[in-house]
């Protein structure tokens, strides 16, 4: 099964700052027969479900602002928020979909300073 | 609009069951592979079970392998996850989630959930 391990577990960033959040594949999630990363974020907000922001690591859904973005390739991957905006703050997690079972990061905490 | 409304969570004790039923609108629910995730308290998510669009392909994770079944019935627009042999570990609010990307017979990702439905294990 493969692993997903963000980093940090926590971060404080100030508004209008931005706000980076790592995730780490125990093995690459990079499919070479289309060049596909499968790896997705989502966001959670308390007593919400999880929110999919971004699938193959860098395709933002339908109505999630811009100043989202997903980068990385192969292990390496990173959610950027260009300028935290309140409404942000929320648990951010990353997930693999190359193999079966699907598995998620433990989640990175993101508050405002 | 996209909705997902589970039901069937509750209390029960080691060793008992429970059945989960998601019903679906707003979208062709029998065109899409169904997931259930469940997240227990303070954790992240937990991918426990896919079932595509004609049943054709069902899998589990390990951690429910042989406990729990999941099912489907598209004339009703449902999703269902039998519970049995539970145990103080499945306590957890359960999501029924459509699977984003209906290709392959993989459990792919998340893009619509439900708000979830309270499982609780405790004598």
């Known amino acids: 099964d493969i692993v997903m391990t963000q980093s940090p577990d926590s971060l404080a960033v100030s508004l209008g700052e931005r706000a980076t959040i790592n995730c780490k594949s125990s093995q690459s999630v990079l499919y070479s027969p289309n060049k596909k990363n499968y790896l997705a974020w989502y966001q959670q907000k308390p007593r919400q479900p999880p929110k999919l922001l971004i699938s193959?690591?860098?395709t933002r859904e339908s109505g999630v602002p811009d100043r989202f973005s997903g980068s990385g390739s192969g292990t390496d991957f990173a959610l950027t928020i260009s300028s935290l905006q309140a409404e942000d703050v929320a648990v951010y997690y990353c997930?693999?979909?190359?193999?079966?079972?699907?598995?998620f990061g433990q989640g990175t905490k993101l508050e405002i300073k | 609009e996209v909705q997902l409304v589970e039901s069937g969570g509750g209390w029960v004790q080691p060793g008992g069951s429970l059945r989960l039923s998601c019903a679906a609108s707003?979208?062709?629910?029998?065109?899409?592979?169904m997931n259930w995730v469940r997240q227990a308290p303070g954790k992240g998510p937990e991918w426990i079970s896919y079932?595509?669009?004609?049943?054709?392909?069902?899998y589990y994770g390990d951690s429910v392998k042989g406990r729990f079944t999941i099912s489907r019935d598209n004339a009703k627009k449902s999703l269902f996850l039998q519970m049995n042999s539970l145990r103080a570990e499945d306590t957890a609010v359960y999501y029924c989630?459509?699977?984003?990307?209906?290709?392959?017979?993989?459990?792919?990702?998340?893009?619509?959930w439900g708000q979830g439905t309270l499982v609780t294990v405790s004598s």
């Open positions: 079932i595509t669009s004609s049943s054709r392909n069902i």
């Open positions: 997930q693999q979909y190359y193999s079966t079972p699907p598995s």
């Open positions: 193959w690591a860098s």
């Open positions: 989630a459509r699977d984003g990307a209906d290709a392959g017979g993989q459990p792919y990702y998340f893009d619509y």
């Open positions: 707003g979208f062709t629910f029998s065109s899409y592979s």
